[in-house]
């Protein structure tokens, strides 16, 4: 169940890698700014991702029922909820973004490149989206297999387009830097049409009675908004935390940022068999609450988060064997590889605790307790951002440093997950 969710998330992180890759040969500053609009896009991804995953557990939740019309019910009126959310992401983006990144940004050009690029970005977001229900549909419902033909249309497009839209070629125009923000969209809108395609040709639509309704459901969207808010709150301010990082990066200067979104990318990267292992966990814990299996929860993600690691070792080892191999593709030179080579050692072992803890933490989403997840987020995130603003800002230390608040982030996550789950306070949540 996880490896064919691992490669829709892997195939997205290599065309992030292919991004920045063509980006590269536009300098230094593509490089820096492309951390920037990475992670400010993320903010608003994330967030359907929240939505994604509570829409996985009430959808499991039903598959272990045997309630296959609900699920058809909880997609149509999960589609309408995704849309709403991405039209009020770009409003956001146009309205305060800007304000925020310029007043954030101590250099113009990098914010004024930023915004320019944000401006076409967004647009990408209402497509996004209702590609992620399809993860929330396919997951919930154990067809993970079929997530891979829109991963790979994705990626072929992305590649194409990128080098296409960046450089000129092809006979298109050369739009240098926006031109991976176009390449992104086109992208997405590619594999959102092949994985529609495969959907109707496979008749699941019809298994799950996908568009049977055709009103708008309040009661449905209610359940959906409540399941989901408390992930969506969580997601955002994680990932909002991680822009703050990125912006007291930046004030350490061009290199210290462009260095820091290569990291980035390997952790996006090397996470993605812990972000499959981490969803398959929420969609198995609430299928068989949803049976009332209960006494086998533990022992599943206990299973689940051991395999996680395994995984993550195997990645561990060559990333410490040859850190300058991950980092030179970028064509940056050697003072940008022997400048990340440390902060590769921190996050390499960053990587490693993120396994088991990611795993452990959406077991609790399986669980039906958001509000329990969102908790867990909020008390980490408090500490993470106390860590980076003393570490970076008041006491300027090495971007190593900088890095070492994923430990503190992984750690303090896992062990709220952990003591509440042992805790079986969650026997008693019905969703």
Known sequence: MALPISMAIFVPQINFIINNI???GLGRQALAAAGITGVYYLIFAVIGNGLNNGLQALIARRAGQNLHKDIGKLFFNGVWVALAISAIGIVITYT??????????????????????LYIRIWGLPILYLYVMRNALLVGTNQT?????????EAAMNIVMDYSLIY???GMPKLGFNGAAYASIIAEVTGLVVIWIVIHFKRIHQQFALFDQT????????LILVQSSPLIVQYAISIISW?????????????????SNGMRVIFGLFGTFSWAFASTTSAMVSNI?????????LPLIRKISLISLLFSFALFVPLNIWPQWFVSFYGQGDDYVNYAIPSIRVVSVAILMMSFATVWLNGVTGTGNTVVNLTIESITIVVYSLYVYIVLEVMNLPLTWGWGSEWVYWISMFSMAYFY???????TKVI
């Open 243 to 259: 822009e703050f990082f990125y912006i007291l990066v930046e004030h350490h200067g061009e290199m210290a940022l462009a260095v």
């Open 421 to 427: 789950l042992k805790s079986e306070r969650w026997k």
């Open 215 to 222: 009103t708008i459901d309040g009661a449905t969207i209610r």
């Open 168 to 170: 000129g070629h092809f």
């Open 22 to 24: 063509f980006l590269g």
């Open 96 to 117: 305060l973004g800007p304000v925020i990144l310029r007043a954030s940004l101590h250099d113009t050009v990098i914010a004024d490149q930023v915004v320019s690029f």
């Open 145 to 153: 297999k079929i997530l891979v033909f829109g991963t790979l249309a």
């Open 289 to 297: 609450i949803g049976q009332k299996r209960h006494d086998e929860v």
